[in-house]
């Protein structure tokens, strides 16, 4: 540091710096435009995660509502079937009563 450096080191210097803050300052202000769309993306994903229990919660109730009425259908055909296959077997008693005279 014994020597002085001249005017013209010294704007060099002084120019380097200047365009390296410009360059910095871009950077960060890059940085910052990735921040928000980062954030605003983790917003829309938390949104979208909120919709995803809720339509999980739905399908569920659906399901179940479904297989309530699937339960429905099938012991109402049960019960005709049982209706049915008394109706015969009561049609083959009367016909065997009527075929013995009783």
């Known amino acids: 540091m014994d020597t002085p450096i001249t005017r013209a080191e010294h704007n060099e ?5 200047e365009e390296n ?4 300052d871009k950077r960060l202000e890059m940085l910052e ?3 928000e769309r980062f954030n605003t993306l983790v917003v829309s ?5 909120t919709n995803m229990e809720s339509m999980a919660a ?3 109730s659906q ?7 699937e339960e429905r ?3 109402r055909w049960r019960s005709v079937v049982g209706y049915v296959i008394t109706a015969v077997i009561g049609i083959l008693i009367g016909f065997v009563f009527k075929q013995f005279g009783i």
């Not at 210097?13 to 710096?17: C, D, L, N, Y």
């Not at 179940?64 to 009425?69: C, G, I, Q, R, S």
């Open 33 to 35: 435009q990735s921040m």
């Open 73 to 75: 259908d099938g012991e």
């Open 45 to 49: 994903v938390e949104k979208l995660a």
């Open 58 to 60: 739905e399908q569920k």
């Open 13 to 17: 210097f002084a120019k380097r710096v």
């Open 21 to 24: 803050k410009e360059r910095t």
């Open 63 to 69: 399901n179940a509502k479904l297989e309530k009425l």
